[in-house]
T-cell receptor, first 118, second 114 residues
Framework: GAVVSQHPSWVICKSGTSVKIECRSL??????MFWYRQFPKQSLMLMAT?????????EQGVEKDKFLINHASLTLSTLTVTSAHPEDSSFYIC??????????????FGQGTRLTVV | GENVEQHPSTLSVQEGDSAVIKCTYS??????FPWYKQELGKGPQLIID?????GEKKDQRIAVTLNKTAKHFSLHITETQPEDSAVYFC?????????????FGSGTRLSIRP
């Protein structure tokens, strides 16, 4: 199946610094990618929809200035957590669907990035 | 927006027995219902999906049923094995474009007792 790769798999950063997480579709193109956050023993909560060449669409309650999303190409979306704080520590997961296959098909998920802010 | 509820939150079954996880959704426009298995520290992996024009789908030991009228869908795992232990999420999606959002249920932690 298609592969979505996230980098890094884990990162530890100091409070107040910014961290960038990359999401790449390795063998397909995606005009839209999705970013989720998952706290321990909880479900995946959709944070935002990343749109290639345009602004991301954020879910209610998600600070767009804190979680910067850039979808510069059909295979890459980045999530930057700015001025990170310990409460931002979480598991961040991206997802994408092949733009040429159609809507009701499998969405592929990355392996996730565990962010720990100390 | 769509709301997906999932039960139970935890489930323990004897190896070889069946496991059933149930979900309900709120948006009658939802038309695609995937199920994901997530192992510790990893992203979710699709195990089976069903579209709204189908009532049941089976893939070896895994089956999913969908009742559109009641807005219920369920996952059935038969002949459970230790490697089935994981967290399972149901999800729902409305719309037909690749940009349509997938909304997840709260998850079920399945444990298989040897």
């Amino acid at each position: 199946g298609a592969v979505v790769s996230q980098h890094p798999s884990w990162v530890i950063c100091k409070s107040g610094t910014s961290v960038k997480i990359e999401c790449r579709s390795l063998d397909f193109q995606a005009t839209t990618m999705f970013w989720y956050r998952q706290f321990p023993k909880q479900s995946l909560m959709l944070m935002a929809t990343s749109n290639e060449g345009s602004k991301a669409t954020y879910e209610q309650g998600v600070e767009k200035d804190k979680f910067l999303i850039n979808h510069a190409s059909l295979t890459l979306s980045t999530l930057t957590v700015t001025s990170a704080h310990p409460e931002d520590s979480s598991f961040y997961i991206c997802s994408a669907r092949d733009m040429y296959v159609g809507g009701n098909t499998e969405a592929f998920f990355g392996q996730g990035t565990r962010l720990t802010v100390v | 927006g769509e709301n997906v509820e999932q039960h139970p939150s935890t489930l323990s079954v004897q190896e070889g027995d069946s496991a059933v996880i149930k979900c309900t959704y709120s948006d009658s426009a939802s038309n695609y219902f995937p199920w994901y298995k997530q192992e510790l520290g990893k992203g979710p992996q699709l195990i089976i999906d069903i579209r709204s024009n189908v009532g049941e789908k089976k893939d070896q030991r895994i089956a999913v049923t969908l009742n559109k009228t009641a807005k219920h869908f369920s996952l059935h795992i038969t002949e459970t094995q230790p490697e089935d232990s994981a967290v399972y999420f149901c999800a729902a999606k409305g719309g037909y474009s690749s940009a349509s959002k997938i909304i997840f249920g709260s998850g079920t932690r399945l444990s298989i007792r040897p």
